[in-house]
């Protein structure tokens, strides 16, 4: 499978159409940007209607999170993957009033799921690569091995999303005390101190 980059050509054009409709420049905020970029994707202009949006939920627990840097158990990472299973939560009522079909995969959620039934426990965990996380600041979140695996399941799932139809592809993450790794990647990444990438957090304060 290969991914093309936006189209700069078609982007101008998109970019060139959207001008000369009869709005004020920027009226349409965001959508207009969007618009913009869905004809650079597509390489069309105007861009086809996106009618299959997939959402794919990874859902893990982070072993920093039983060290205090959330308002939240680590518990709830489970809870809120049979939330996500039962159609419950609010991501659910936003993709099914947009018609947006979701799935969940449990990468590393710290447990197993003994109360679902096996064929939706199959489904869920097919990608599973370990229960928890290593705690970041006292040892490797993952081996060099299962990193490769996760990114290698990562890339898995887009083909299959792919391959059943996806126009746009969505991803989303569940495990509390996820915020605490990502500003730690960004850190790393970019170069930056802890104190530009760490914000509040969910339910924490300035202290």
Same mark, same amino acid.
């Given at each position: 499978m290969t991914i093309q980059t936006p189209d700069d050509d078609v982007r101008r054009a998109a970019a060139e159409r959207l001008g000369a409709l009869a709005t004020p420049p920027? $009226?349409?905020? /965001?959508?207009?940007?969007? $618009? !913009?970029? &869905?004809a650079a994707c597509q390489g069309e202009v105007p861009p086809r209607p996106v009618e299959n949006v997939r959402l794919v939920i990874f859902a893990g627990d982070h072993g !920093? %999170?039983?060290?205090? !840097?959330? $308002? *939240?158990?680590? %518990?709830?990472?489970? %809870?809120? &993957?049979?939330? *996500?299973?039962?159609? /419950? %939560?609010? &991501?659910s009522a936003l993709a099914k009033a947009h018609g947006v079909q979701v799935r969940v995969l449990d990468l590393g959620v710290d447990e197993e799921f003994p109360d679902l039934d096996a064929t939706t426990r199959a489904a869920l965990t097919q990608h599973k690569i370990r229960r928890g996380s290593g705690a970041i600041h006292l040892e490797d979140a993952l081996t060099a091995e299962e990193t490769t695996a996760a990114l290698e399941a990562g890339a898995a799932v887009a083909r299959e999303e792919i391959a059943a139809g996806a126009q746009l592809l969505i991803s989303g993450d569940m495990g509390i005390g996820n915020t605490t790794p990502a500003a730690a990647m960004v850190a790393a990444g970019l170069g930056l101190p802890a104190s530009e990438v760490t914000g509040r957090g969910t339910g924490i304060g300035d202290e």
């Open positions: 920027g $009226a349409l905020g /965001r959508l207009g940007e969007l $618009a !913009v970029w &869905v !920093v %999170a039983q060290h205090g !840097v959330s $308002a *939240f158990p680590p %518990a709830i990472t489970g %809870a809120m &993957v049979r939330t *996500f299973l039962g159609g /419950r %939560a609010g &991501v």
